[in-house]
């Protein structure tokens, strides 16, 4: 069975730049999650899908950041215009089931870098 | 709010001794409970999780985990590390809506 796969594995932009992050989650998994991690911390929500729809966006700037899974398969995380705070380990993980805290797989992440 | 913390930022065990990793999580309710390894440059991969049951829980690599409600603890244990075991490793609740609130990490460096 294939895993969570994420591209790119890392980037590199200057601030006020725009970048995306896509992710392509295990097949049949319903509910998918991203995180972002920042050096010396443990990741944090900012968004998570179930099927096509929006489960819990309450941690992410939407000022800055969007996300999108159409048809309820990929999903990509954009941010623009990106600021140096930015910069973390942007992991997206899936699981099978509804709620209640079951077991997540996560992808490799990306690591991105805003100088 | 679910909270998650993880008293040791930093531990160096030598390699066949035995580790202890702490882990104190905040829920109102019966917790869902993981412990997650993070290699360099890797996702996160499940060591073991805690739903409900026996409170001692055995995972991959050797990893075990014992939950204890009276003192809010869910601490990883193994009897004996080895060099590849040199990780940094977060603990984790489950949320409401089925997300995951991690601790801020162990990072285990193992001397030979």
């Known amino acids: 069975e294939a895993g969570v796969a994420q591209s790119p594995r890392y980037k590199i932009i200057e601030k006020r730049q725009s970048v995306a992050f896509w992710c392509n989650p295990i097949?049949?998994?319903?509910?998918l999650y991203w995180y972002q991690q920042i050096l010396g911390q443990g990741p944090k929500l900012l968004i998570q899908f179930q099927n096509n729809g929006v489960v819990d966006d309450s941690q992410l700037p939407k000022d800055r950041f969007s996300a999108e899974r159409l048809k309820g398969v990929d999903s990509t995380l954009k941010i623009q215009p990106a600021k140096l705070e930015d910069s973390a380990v942007y992991l997206c993980a899936s699981t099978t089931v509804q709620g209640g805290g079951y077991e997540q797989y996560f992808g490799p992440g990306t690591r991105l870098t805003v100088t | 709010a679910q909270s998650v913390t993880q008293p040791d930022i930093h531990i160096t065990v030598s390699e066949g001794a035995s580790l202890e990793l702490r882990c104190n999580y905040s829920y109102g309710a019966t917790p869902y409970l993981f412990w997650y390894v993070q290699s360099p440059g890797q996702g996160l991969q499940l060591l073991l999780k805690?739903?409900?049951?026996?409170?001692l829980v055995q995972g991959i690599k050797g990893f075990e985990a014992e939950f204890k409600r009276s003192q809010s603890s869910f601490n990883l244990r193994k009897p004996s590390v080895h060099w590849s075991d040199a990780a940094e490793y977060f603990c984790?609740?489950?949320?409401?809506?089925?997300?995951?609130?991690f601790g801020k990490g162990t990072k285990l460096s193992v001397k030979p």
């Open positions: 097949s049949g998994h319903a509910t």
């Open positions: 805690y739903f409900s049951g026996d409170t």
């Open positions: 984790a609740v489950g949320g409401s809506q089925g997300n995951l609130i």
